[in-house]
């Protein structure tokens, strides 16, 4: 009877033993999928944060650019309000200062950011422009050598016959003037648009260029010429601010659109990083349902085994 208990304990031992290393490998296993658990909750987070961080600065980036957006348009409008008839373009300030050169330069700064336009702009055929207005990567050309000898004569003229041909020589002079702006100033291959602007430095000597004397205009035109005066210039250069001002709402609209494609790719890498936690975090459960039906099975068996020796 006594070697029967004597097995039956032998036998209780080594169950306890096999148990209780079991055990012990089972919160071996247990630990290291702890380890394993955190090490991907915390990459996982750092690629949450990381995700956030760009969506963060594209989101703002889009805010930026759609408040420069929001503020050219509300400049274009105030503009629009300026011009909004061809008498209010037409009544521009009187400017002063010198003629020719200097006053073209006075009225260009006036109107104009210093980046849109340049004095004395030199040509790869070494002929120098008095200015040009920038406009992206092209140029209006702008002559301000405007022939006034013989107009002057004209206003001094004691008689018609002296204002007539007075009149005849000023008309030449303008047309041969017209000429060579044509020639050296237009030229498409410098990036010149194919036309250029004759600046008249006063509206007398307009008027009576222009107005009286119809010829010219439609000789000016056939030479893509634009006689201008302090006045008519003054019209143009604000028509021209104003398409200045639409190139840079479309260049922003760009901007913004550019912006927004880089937030849904943010977007969908942020996706792509949060289904991934998901499936680290399925994981993780599946793994801690095993640990813990596994211990289950474990601690019943040390209970079961409790009972027995009892």
Known sequence: MNWMIAIILVVLFIILAIMVKLYFRINSQIAAMNVQVNTQLKDSMQLLRDAHSNTSEVVTNVHTKLGELAKSSEMILDVGKNISSLGELLRAPKFRGQMGEEML???????LPRKHFKMQHRF???EIVDAVIILGNSYVSIDAKFPLENFKKILDASDEA???????NFIRDVKRRIDEIALKYILPDE???DFALMYIPAENVYYETIIKESNIISYS??????PVSPNTLYAYLEVI?????GMQIEKSAKEVIANLSRLRLDIDKFKENFDLVGTHLTNAKTKY????TRLGQFSDKL???????S
């Open 241 to 245: 601010c104003l398409g200045l001002r």
């Open 124 to 126: 790869k055929n070494n």
């Open 289 to 292: 349902e095993e640990a813990q």
């Open 105 to 111: 330069e006075n009225l260009l700064s006036q109107v």
């Open 191 to 193: 990036k010149t648009y």
């Open 221 to 226: 035109t056939s030479k893509k010429v634009i």
């Open 303 to 309: 209970i079961s085994s409790s009972q027995i020796e």
């Open 162 to 168: 002296e204002k007539k041909q007075h009149r005849k």
